[in-house]
């Protein structure tokens, strides 16, 4: 389970508003702190569900220390926990042609390292893809 950071804010005369900083654009609003909470809940429920759909990645929470340091959140009249279940991506099978010696190679290196054979090449993918990001595209 992933706990997330939700900010409540409160201008005179509104609504209580609520932001996720882990997830710009997530947002929802309620007439009382338990209203929010409960949205708050709803609302980053859906948010990662569609970012899932879409295949984008879900970040870790952030530190709450890193948050109340954050000026764009010294109005918080309030800071909430929501727990969000593990959601995965949807696994789907795919037929790839790869040379018989290599996938040798990948058999042993996912054996040593307790994986299926699956599981290591997502491993390997996912690295990649975040090392590009951080660097020069592949």
Excluded: W
């Amino acid at each position: 389970m992933a706990n997330y950071i939700a900010v409540v804010h409160k201008d005179p005369k509104s609504d209580f508003g609520v932001s996720f900083p882990d997830f710009p654009g997530c947002i929802t609003g309620g007439s009382s702190i338990d209203e929010v909470k409960d949205m708050a809940h709803d609302a980053l429920s859906l948010h990662i569900k569609g970012m899932l759909e879409g295949g984008e990645n879900i970040p870790a929470p952030s530190k709450l220390e890193d948050i109340m340091d954050d000026p764009d959140y010294s109005d918080a009249v309030a800071i909430l926990v929501v727990s969000i279940s593990e959601a995965k991506p949807r696994a789907v099978r795919v037929n790839i042609t790869v040379p018989e010696d290599i996938l040798r190679k990948i058999d042993t290196a996912a054996k040593k390292r307790g994986m299926s054979r699956s599981s290591f090449l997502v491993h390997v993918a996912q690295n990649a893809i975040t090392s590009s990001q951080n660097s020069q595209p592949l």
